[in-house]
């Protein structure tokens, strides 16, 4: 799982480390599962706009 920051980039941590305060959102959500068999499965979700 991977989170789209608000400056852009992607995190592997939400929120990011070291913001205060922290952003309420990132602006998106990346989630990736592994299917035996089937492979990889990635979908990329807007949070916010």
Do not use: I
Not at 24 to 42: F, H, S, W
């Amino acid at each position: 799982m991977q989170f789209y920051g608000p400056a852009g980039g992607w995190l592997t941590n939400w929120p990011p480390t070291g913001t205060a305060p922290p952003p309420a959102l990132p602006r998106a959500v990346e989630v990736t599962v592994t299917l035996p068999g089937k492979g990889e499965l990635k979908r990329v979700f807007l949070v916010s706009g």
